[in-house]
């Protein structure tokens, strides 16, 4: 018998320590947070999301820390994208609809106040043509990416029917030249035209995806602009 007992204390104490939980490594990352040392916060955070998938607080603070991170202007560095902190917070306001309260509030997440997906966690969706006018003025209109200058061209739209289209060009030297052209717009349901200097009536529509899509010279637009593809 003292040998059986020997022998089951030598395997218990060989067995590894259980994982830390995904509250533990919330806490770990919140006190990480708070001495400033964001990176290792959002590792921590990440790793809560994942061992606990249900816990809305998890997502929450990795989304807010991406936004925090990427008003630092380390959007490459950290993946932090547009689209992946409206992710993570749909998905914790999903979980526990408090979060939406908490979120109105928080700094940290003003870099996605203008995209679709914060408009949607307001109730608004392209689905609805009532919500077009509002969702127009609310987020902010993305081009396509050109290789590795990214978006060349954005639009946003002005309160009093009021638009400007902003442009990046690049001249035979490499360089860079913005330009930011104002113009004016009206909507009729999904249909949106959009008047500017030189180009005359442009028609185009909000699809119920959430793509603005004109002719050219205008183009397609969307709430996320190209990042990181250089």
Known sequence: MVLALSLLALTLSAAPPAPPSGRALNTQGFRLYQAGRYPEALEKFQAAAQAA????????????TLGLLRKQGKVCEYSAYRDTIVELLSTAVRLDARRLQRAKDDRDLDVIRDTLGWQRLLGRTPRKEADVPAL???????????GVHGTTRALKFLNGGRVELWRREVDDAGTPQESRTPGTYTVRGRAVEVTLPGAGAITG??????TLSFPEPLGAFTDSPSECDA
């Open 53 to 64: 998938p249900d816990y809305a607080l998890a997502h929450y603070n990795a989304a807010a």
């Open 205 to 210: 529509a909000l699809g119920e995806t959430g």
């Open 136 to 146: 127009l003025r609310a987020v902010s209109w993305y081009g396509p990416g050109v």
